[in-house]
């Protein structure tokens, strides 16, 4: 019985000692942006993600071809609320909503993006790889330029 209550309470505090030591890690996205849109057209689409890490420029592309300055494709130096589509489909300029992470413009495309997909940008690797590769109900705002 003794032995028990013994393992009990290193336990309950191993675990006490570990969640104070445990920071989560937030993604931040401007609050203007998280509001959905009261109307457009909804587009089931394949949502990934994509990162400039300075810190660790191998973890947002562990093979990259040139290195990467964090500039878009048009010119923009990459941040939140900015993503990468099909120019075919969708132009520079296009505006969407993203359940989950919010309002993007499209400013930069990928040899890898085709079709009805988007890459959204994160502030880093680790907010990359916790989107993950998902399929959503994006709302097309505004079609570009």
Same mark, same amino acid.
């Given at each position: 019985?003794?032995? /028990?209550l +013994?393992?009990? %309470?290193?336990?309950i505090l191993? #675990?006490?000692i570990? #969640?104070c030591? &445990? $920071?989560p890690?937030? =993604?931040?996205v401007?609050l203007?942006?998280?509001?959905?849109?009261?109307?457009?057209?909804v +587009?089931p689409?394949? +949502?990934?993600? /994509?990162? @400039?890490d300075?810190?660790r420029?191998?973890?947002c592309d562990?093979?990259?071809?040139r290195p990467?300055? !964090?500039?878009?494709a048009t !010119?923009?130096?990459?941040? =939140? !609320?900015?993503c990468?589509?099909? &120019?075919?489909?969708?132009p520079?300029?296009?505006?969407? /909503?993203?359940?989950? /992470?919010?309002?993007c413009v @499209? $400013?930069?495309? !990928?040899?890898e993006?085709?079709g009805l997909?988007?890459d959204?940008?994160? $502030?880093?690797? &680790?907010?990359?790889?916790?989107w993950?590769r998902q399929t #959503?109900?994006? %709302?097309?705002i505004?079609?570009?330029?």
């Open positions: 019985m003794t032995y /028990y +013994i393992l009990a %309470t290193v336990l191993g #675990l006490g570990l #969640l030591l &445990w $920071e890690k937030t =993604i931040q401007p203007a942006t998280t509001q959905a849109p009261s109307r457009g057209v +587009i689409m394949v +949502i990934t993600a /994509y990162c @400039v300075y810190k420029p191998h973890a562990p093979l990259p071809k990467y300055d !964090g500039l878009t !010119g923009k130096l990459a941040t =939140i !609320g900015d990468a589509a099909d &120019w075919s489909i969708f520079p300029g296009t505006v969407f /909503y993203v359940p989950g /992470y919010g309002r @499209v $400013e930069d495309k !990928g040899k993006v085709k997909e988007l959204v940008f994160m $502030e880093s690797a &680790w907010g990359a790889q916790m993950g #959503l109900p994006v %709302t097309l505004q079609y570009g330029r």
